[in-house]
């Protein structure tokens, strides 16, 4: 019976984006810095998605970005307590309200002199 080597394992048990993925960063003391972002439950995760077109589509147009590999973003998130990487996550934040309608000036109808 033949040895069965890992390197020839056609399904990884942990299947990864191939290539480097697009990671929204802030400015930060010493460059940037990757964004960490919260899960559903509170959970900490660090976020990338695999194209541009994704991550302007959740986070908007004007969000900057690295290119950095998987195991690059689990490096710089774990001695941060960060374990998770979620790949392309869709907005999950409720839509924001519109303004109330602007008040007239003047004195409140509830108040009289």
Known sequence: MAELLYA???????????GPLFV???PGP???VARLFRTPVGGRTAVAFTTPRLLSAAL?????WIRLSEPALRSLAEPLGVSRVTVDPRLAA???RPPPPARP????PWWAP
């Not at 000036?105 to 409140?108: I, Q, T, Y």
């Open 94 to 96: 409720r839509p924001a």
């Open 105 to 108: 000036a003047g004195p409140s």
């Open 30 to 32: 010493a460059g940037c």
């Open 8 to 18: 020839e394992d056609p399904e990884p048990c942990e299947p990864g984006p191939a």
């Open 24 to 26: 929204p960063v802030r």
């Open 60 to 64: 908007g147009p004007r969000q900057p």
